[in-house]
């Protein structure tokens, strides 16, 4: 089993995704920034150093939102979502193909990597904004 953590990261009633890399497994399908957590790591410190990391971006206010296990074929990955403020400024790609804030609405139209997509059926990103 794979552990792993993801940002929803919120500004102004929008969320970050990200595309990963063509090359990459689940290449240009879009996803929450994150990823594989290092030995003796938390779960908040690992999606703070990725978001450092893939973004340049330092995260506020984070808090678990969601649990995942996703069985892809010859491994398992379990993703713990976190909801997350940018401390200050605006994300840098360094690693995706590309990014984008979207409305929580415009999920269902966007194609997610099987692990993500499984988390929003389950879950849902409006519930995260104030009506």
């Known amino acids: 089993m794979v552990e792993v953590t993801a940002a929803i990261i919120c500004k102004r009633g929008r969320v970050l995704i990200c595309q990963r890399p063509a090359d990459k497994r689940c290449g240009l399908l879009w996803e929450f920034p994150g990823g594989k957590l290092e030995e003796g790591e938390t779960g908040e410190q ?33 993703i ?3 909801t997350a403020k940018l401390a200050a400024g605006e994300p840098v790609r360094r690693e995706h193909a590309a990014f984008r804030w979207i409305k929580p609405e415009e999920a269902a139209e966007i194609e997610f990597c099987p692990a993500d997509a499984k988390m929003l059926s389950e879950n849902r990103l409006s519930n995260l904004f104030p009506q």
């Open 46 to 78: 690992c999606i703070r150093r990725e978001c450092r990391e893939e973004l340049t971006a330092e995260l506020a206010e984070i808090r678990p939102f969601a649990e995942v296990v996703y069985e892809y074929p010859g491994y398992a990955v379990h």
């Open 80 to 82: 713990q979502f976190y």
